[in-house]
């Protein structure tokens, strides 16, 4: 049983239509960090179970019950509040098996999900979080070892979960009751070391709004950091770091064009970027800004790797302003 973790505008890519799209192929339930997330969910007509990852606080127990949204417990404090916002409503408790953020320590679960059901709300699920299942096995079967001796001590069963993207392709909790895949459901896969059989599906395409005939030693962008060496052309494409093209990128990112490479020229500026060509393109020409591969230059993977990031940060970082169409191929 899924399920789909759609938080961050479903990792860049657009909430509400990757939801509808991930229900339609059998997910059972939803998942966001945030109630203003699920509140769009709700908005955009989607009436799935949704779970909130990011642990409940007080002030936030009343636009979760509001929505119908099912929050993460694990204080005593927000358990109490959305108890009086939502009298027997559903909750699932996290349980911190070694990630050190949040979550209720291993030993204390039982006592905590009785003083949650004492509140007269239902404990639907207790979940954990693993840290390093993209890169230690050993680590993770560790937590998940913790985890499961936390729940055999509770009186009943409740339903369990644990495994992550990197946990569901590495077979490490996927016994348990829900599986909860985020990022690769994007076809990122979330070790970025390896595609581990997964296509990104989102390409990010661009044309230009000018392409203009520079002379030699012009200036281009802010701070005319960048010059032209000989007469150059230089394209104008819409976006900018506004719209998740990193700043950082500038004078040393790339397009792919024709097959070949397009390099940044100039800063990026918030909604423009230039890039410079061997000659004249109309203003048809498409250039790919982000590839659906993981290409070194133009893939949000090989692209993070060249800015020591993850490509979790620059997909998240696409700007909802960007139109996005979606299309079903097969």
Not at 66 to 88: D, H, M
Not at 255 to 263: K, L, N, S
Not at 322 to 330: A, N, S
């Amino acid at each position: 049983r899924v399920i789909a973790v759609v938080k961050a505008n479903a990792y860049g890519h657009g909430a509400a239509a990757v939801a509808r799209a991930l229900l339609g192929c059998g997910a059972e339930r939803l998942a966001v960090a945030t109630s203003g997330e699920g509140a769009g969910l709700r908005r955009a007509g989607i009436d799935a179970p949704v779970l909130l990852l990011g642990s409940l606080h007080p002030d936030d127990a009343e636009d979760a019950a509001r929505w119908g949204l099912t929050p993460t417990l694990v204080t005593l404090e927000a358990a109490r509040a959305y108890a009086a916002a939502r009298p027997g409503g559903g909750v699932q408790v996290k349980v911190d098996s070694g990630m050190g953020r949040v979550g209720v320590a291993p030993g204390e679960l039982a006592g905590f999900v009785a003083a949650v059901e004492e509140l007269g709300l239902e404990v639907e699920a207790v979940y954990t979080h693993f840290a390093v299942a993209d890169e230690d096995e050993v680590e993770t079967k560790r937590q998940l070892a913790v985890f499961l001796e936390a729940a055999r001590a509770l009186p009943r069963r409740y339903p369990l979960h644990a495994a992550n993207s990197a946990a569901i392709l590495a077979g490490l909790g996927t016994e348990l009751d829900f599986v909860r895949p985020g990022v690769a459901l994007y076809g990122l896969p979330p070790d970025m070391r390896t595609a581990q059989g997964l296509e990104p599906v989102l390409a990010w395409k661009a044309r230009p709004t000018q392409v203009k005939r520079l002379p030699a030693g012009h200036g281009v962008g802010y701070g005319l950091s960048y010059r032209s060496q000989g007469e150059e052309w230089i394209a104008t494409l819409p976006f900018g770091y506004a719209d998740g093209f990193p700043r950082a990128l500038s004078n040393r990112g790339w397009v792919r064009w024709r097959g070949g490479y397009a390099p940044v020229a100039g800063r990026v500026s918030m909604d423009q970027t230039t890039v410079r060509l061997p000659g004249p393109v109309g203003l048809d020409e498409v250039f790919w800004v982000a590839t659906p591969d993981l290409d070194e230059r133009t893939s949000l993977t090989g692209r993070a790797r060249a800015l020591d990031t993850i490509h979790y940060e620059l997909a998240t970082a696409l700007s909802p302003r960007l139109p996005r169409v979606y299309r079903e191929d097969g």
